[in-house]
């Protein structure tokens, strides 16, 4: 089985998007002594605005974290995890993608 590069490289940029978003969330529980979470947002004013960076990378995390434990303490249907996972995935490409070509940018390559 051959991989294609092209593919190759989705994988690699959902995996970094996935780790990135595993990363910035537990740091930002390490700093502040909570978890990251979408309540953030409803401080509103500058509180709000300063959260949306944090928010936008840590999503896939927060989103995978609150579907498994709603899978295991509510019993959500599976259909409803699959989706969720989707979501999570698909923001993290995204994310990922960003990461990268901001380090090759960076790099100069």
Do not use: K
């Amino acid at each position: 089985m051959v991989i294609s590069p092209s593919a190759l490289e989705s994988i690699q940029t959902l995996c970094l998007g996935l780790a990135l978003s595993g990363l910035l969330a537990t740091a930002f529980e390490l700093v502040t002594e909570r978890r990251a979470s979408f309540n953030l947002l409803e401080r509103g004013g500058v509180a709000a605005a300063a959260a949306l960076p944090v928010l936008a990378f840590t999503a896939p995390f927060i989103i995978l974290r609150n579907t498994l434990r709603g899978r295991q303490i509510e019993g959500r249907p599976i259909p409803f995890v699959m989706i969720a996972t989707m979501i999570a995935c698909g923001w993290s490409l995204l994310s990922g993608r960003i990461v990268l070509d901001l380090a090759h940018f960076i790099v100069g390559s």
